[in-house]
């Protein structure tokens, strides 16, 4: 069924960004959106906006009924849910997809299968992908749990199987502390996500972050190479760039070709992302989860690879097959996202919702900003504090480094306190300079290096 009106399940620069791929491929929208996005760009651009609740998610963005009523009366034939909300929520897509609605994103079955991360283990094990050592399952008796983590060996990490955004996971480096965390770790799984299950996976010290973009449509399947995100802060991405510096060729055909064979192995449909961990003293590469979603950082592997997965994405929901394949992909140059969040740096990244004074977007070759701002807009204090994401592209990754700080200089958005001045210091900092990091490595330097962090021109 091609797509004709788009309903837009987000908000922010998600939406912002859904509604550009949809207008350009000739295509309705309609955003729905909380009492207090009623101001929001996306709203203003989108054909159609339709009010679905309160500020609180719960009662809006999260609000399956609301979403389908709005869907139902606007007459739309597709759903996109962006990443957050309702994204990798299986009964949505079940309930999109009971109302003859093209649902934007794979099948319920497979965001359960892939989404679940004891049962993506499984998945990717019989795909013939490394995975981390760990549990087989879900691990529901404590005491089994603290035998299983004693044989893996400590340290290990305890995460919670319906996790995500970093919740749900606690690290124990020896038998007492495993006693001790695994019940928090369940306790927050089960108030964050209504799913207290746990595995266990083995900790691998100073590892990167390594994930590849994949694009199916049930049939055919490719992938779009990989990104690097080891500079995280609590979990939390931060720096993304792409291709990975750390790679040699050899890994990267065997890295990407089984996030590919995992994709087969399910019949993926849409894009989705696969993580793995990267031990680069060893070389060994292992899977983490899978996302079945567009990601935050999908930006960095359009500009290395010159394809709109947005567009993609509606696409191949609309029934259509892949447009590309695997030869027609070629990495060209290096390209680098950092997320500009409504954040003090310098104040333990205090969120700061405020209204945008004096706004000025950086432009110039290989510049592109992804956000959802205006002059005199009033960012809402009640959702995530992501403002939009930099993304700097050039023929190499010294150059992308140079033209980020240029760019992330020339940003400005008056009356609030962002986080680009923790990058523009990372981008001096020699290891950062050299892709010396690891999945560690943040925290460690904002402790030693918070006086570079004061904000410079954004307030």
Known sequence: MKITKLLVANRGEIAVRIIRAASELGIKTVQVYSAADANS???????????????????????????????????????????????????????????GIAFVGPTGDMIRSMGDKASARKAAEDAGVP???????????????????????????????????GRGIRVA???????SLAP?????????????GLYLEKLIDGARHIEVQILGDGENFVHCYERECSLQRRRQKVWEEAPSSALSDQVREKLCSSAVALAKAVGYRGAGTVEYLYDDKS??????????????EHPVTEAIVGIDLLAEMIKIASGEPLSVSQGDIVVRGHAIEVRINAEDPANNF??????????????GPGVRFDHMLYQGYQIPPFYDS??????????????????LKRAATELRLDGLKTTTPLFLALAEDPAVQAGDVHTKWLEPWLEINSDKLASKGDD
């Open 41 to 99: 760009l996306a709203v203003e651009m989108a054909d159609e906006a339709v009010e679905i609740g309160p500020a609180s998610a719960a009662k809006s963005y999260l609000d399956i009924d609301a979403v389908m009523k709005a869907a139902k009366d606007t007459k739309a034939d597709g759903i996109h849910p962006g990443y957050g909300f309702l994204a990798e929520n299986a009964d949505f897509a079940d309930a999109v997809e009971a109302a």
């Open 131 to 165: 995975t981390v050592p760990g549990s087989d399952g879900v691990i529901d008796d404590m005491e089994v749990a603290k035998v299983l983590a004693t044989s893996i060996g400590f340290p290990v990490m305890i995460k919670a199987t319906a996790g995500g955004g």
């Open 173 to 179: 480096e020896n038998a007492e502390e495993f006693a």
């Open 184 to 196: 928090q770790a369940s306790a927050e799984a089960k108030s964050t996500f209504g799913d207290g």
């Open 283 to 296: 070389g060994e590469f292992y899977f983490i989860e899978m996302n079945t979603r567009i990601q935050v």
């Open 350 to 363: 205090m969120p700061f919702p405020g209204i945008v004074g004096d706004m000025r977007v950086p432009g």
């Open 386 to 403: 992501l403002l939009g994401k930099l993304i700097v592209h050039a023929d190499t990754r010294e150059a992308a480094i140079n033209r």
